[in-house]
């Protein structure tokens, strides 16, 4: 292990410099961080470089010997009760905190061990190996290639659309519920926390124990500005699916619009959001309501579920139009959205219920004496019932046949080729889901259906909602034995694999090539988004 790097944990053929990631082979790693190149589990496993702290501990980048590859390993080392002598492994407790220690220790090994039994979850890396030495407890994950979310989005002039946002965020949030039905709440979910991989999905990291989430207890809070609800800053406050919630709403927002809602904690006292005028015009109304519904500061007005945030978040802006609408003239270009009014002070709150109601009463009165002043011939009509009344009196303005057209049957035909080729209507895609009848792209229901005949009109086309085929959810594996690393990785990668490579020994097939999968065979059909392939190190030594 001379050559390995201990700054990526590639092999650097003994450089001082990494050529790969510029790490000085020269650097010390002080305590209370392990030294570099220490070993654990009787050297399973080797400690590389810190990546990052707080006060549950700290994350280092690592080797595994039996994988042959890199690994994220991370040390429980509550800060203010543990220490670590330069240059050893051994973990040191203060006097009067043993207590304490164990306590929180176990918190730890608990959650992280409910976190490892959901390793098929894609949006979390997977925990596949915890124990306990040095006197505390360390994490294994996988580690894997990618970009931090707040540089994804600076690439993209420091925001996207909902089009770009949706295939991102809801696989995500299909996650997050998943944790929560297992009793695992993140309540750190921020740009800060989350990764895009070079397969374009987000992964959520930087889990921690719910003690430095919240104000009030052992630790100083890690709290993300902007991201945490307002109930962490209080020490009373239930954190929960609500608060974790907030968090995904909050990230949502920003990825929309380029900027945080306002501290969590400031915003208890004003309940407003800010959206930008130019964005806000941009954004679909049933999305508006669900940022709305997801950053409420009362709990109890909140969205309260990612099961119900999905559906406000899928819903089609015509399910929710009055509601949205509301919501719509209440934010005032670059003014906030009052969530909360005031009551009418000095006035009875029902009097004002019966003087709304009499003022509707009043237009609709007024509405109706116009239409009868307007139209003698069909209120005679109707109240003669010896007369017949056309069916299409109705809609007496759509009676000309050559204003409508029935709707195409889009059902197996190819999304993309629809969108470009069509100027009749407007598709807009609800969702995506796996089929066992359509092949990936294509269009698997619509809304209205076939031979339904809606009106032409050129300043208003006509929408149609489609769910559109991922493929199968199972699918073949190709053959990839003797093909390039960066061949075989584009092939799976079409389709929907996110690929891992274990370095392995090999009398029989190049080194650099790869070898085969390791759990798997060509021809096999998987459903799980994570193939692990062998690729040849050369003969073994």
Same mark, same amino acid.
């Given at each position: 292990m001379a050559q390995l790097c201990f700054g990526c944990m590639q092999n650097n053929n003994g450089e001082q410099v990494c050529p790969f990631c510029g790490f000085d082979s020269t650097s010390v790693q002080n305590a209370p961080f392990l030294p570099l190149g220490a070993e654990l589990q009787e050297g399973k496993y080797i400690i590389g470089k810190k990546l990052s702290n707080n006060a549950e501990g700290a994350k280092y980048i690592g080797y595994c010997k039996t994988m042959g590859s890199a690994v994220i390993i991370s040390e429980f080392m509550p800060a203010g009760i543990c220490g670590r002598a330069n240059g050893k492994?051994?973990?040191? %407790?203060?006097? =009067? *905190?043993?207590?304490?220690?164990?306590?929180?220790?176990?918190?730890?090994?608990? *959650?992280?061990?409910?976190?490892?039994?959901? +390793? $098929?979850?894609?949006?979390?890396?997977?925990?596949?190996d915890i124990f306990e030495e040095n006197g505390v407890s360390y994490?294994?994950?996988?580690?894997? $290639?990618? !970009?931090?979310?707040?540089? *994804?989005?600076?690439?993209?002039?420091? #925001? @996207?659309d909902w089009n770009t946002a949706r295939p991102l965020f809801m696989p995500l949030l299909s996650t997050l519920s998943s944790l929560h039905e297992a009793? %695992? =709440?993140? *309540?750190? @979910? #921020?740009?800060?926390?989350?990764?895009?991989?070079?397969? =374009?999905?987000? +992964?959520?990291?930087?889990?921690? %124990?719910?003690? !430095?989430?919240?104000? =009030?207890?052992?630790?100083?809070?890690?709290?993300m500005d902007g991201c945490a609800a307002p109930e962490q800053y209080k020490e009373i406050g239930v954190l929960d699916e609500s608060t974790d919630v907030y968090g995904f709403t909050a990230t949502l927002f920003y990825a929309l619009t380029g900027r945080l809602p306002e501290n969590g904690n400031v915003r208890k006292s004003d309940g407003k959001?800010?959206?930008?005028?130019?964005?806000?015009?941009?954004?679909?109304?049933?999305?508006? #309501?669900?940022?709305?519904?997801?950053?409420?500061?009362?709990?109890?007005? &909140? %969205? #309260?579920?990612? $099961?119900?945030?999905?559906?406000?978040?899928?819903?089609?802006?015509?399910?929710?139009? @009055? &509601?949205?609408?509301?919501? +719509?003239?209440?934010?005032?270009? $670059?003014?906030?959205e009052n969530y909360y009014p005031r009551k009418k002070e000095g006035v009875p709150g029902f009097v004002w219920v019966i003087l709304s109601i009499l003022a509707c009463?009043?237009?609709l009165l007024g509405a109706l004496i116009f239409w009868v002043v307007n139209h003698p011939d069909q209120v005679s009509s109707f109240f003669n019932p010896k007369e017949e009344v056309a069916q299409e009196a109705e809609v007496s303005t759509v009676t000309d046949e050559s204003d409508m057209f029935p709707v195409d049957n889009l059902i197996g035909r190819r999304y993309e080729d629809v969108v470009n080729n069509s100027s009749d209507y407007i598709l807009v895609k609800k969702s995506d889901e796996y089929s066992e009848k359509y092949e990936e792209g294509l269009i698997i229901a619509q809304s209205p259906a076939e031979g339904v005949r809606v009106k032409k009109d050129p300043n208003n086309v006509p929408k149609i909602v489609v769910t559109v085929s991922l493929g199968s959810a199972e699918r073949e594996l190709p053959v990839i034995g003797g093909q390039s690393v960066e061949t075989a990785v584009k092939l799976l990668n079409s389709r929907g694999f996110i690929v891992y490579g274990i370095s392995t020994p090999s009398d029989t097939v190049e080194e650099g090539k790869v070898i085969g999968y390791k759990n798997h065979n060509a021809g096999d059909k998987e459903s799980n988004s994570s193939i692990y392939i062998t690729i040849s190190s050369g003969p073994a030594k």
């Open positions: 492994k051994k973990v040191v %407790i203060r006097n =009067g *905190y043993e207590d304490q220690f164990l306590k929180l220790n176990e918190t730890y090994l608990s *959650y992280y061990r409910s976190i490892a039994r959901l +390793r $098929e979850l894609n949006a979390i890396a997977p925990v596949f994490t294994v994950s996988e580690k894997y $290639e990618s !970009i931090p979310f707040t540089e *994804y989005i600076n690439r993209r002039n420091g #925001s @996207i009793g %695992i =709440g993140h *309540y750190a @979910i #921020s740009p800060d926390n989350l990764v895009v991989t070079v397969s =374009g999905k987000l +992964r959520l990291t930087d889990f921690a %124990i719910k003690e !430095i989430r919240q104000t =009030g207890g052992f630790f100083d809070p890690e709290l959001l800010s959206i930008p005028t130019s964005v806000f015009k941009r954004l679909p109304p049933h999305i508006v #309501s669900a940022l709305s519904g997801g950053l409420q500061v009362q709990k109890l007005n &909140r %969205i #309260s579920t990612f $099961e119900e945030m999905r559906n406000q978040l899928s819903s089609a802006p015509t399910v929710k139009a @009055i &509601r949205t609408e509301a919501n +719509r003239n209440a934010i005032q270009s $670059e003014a906030a009463l009043l237009i």
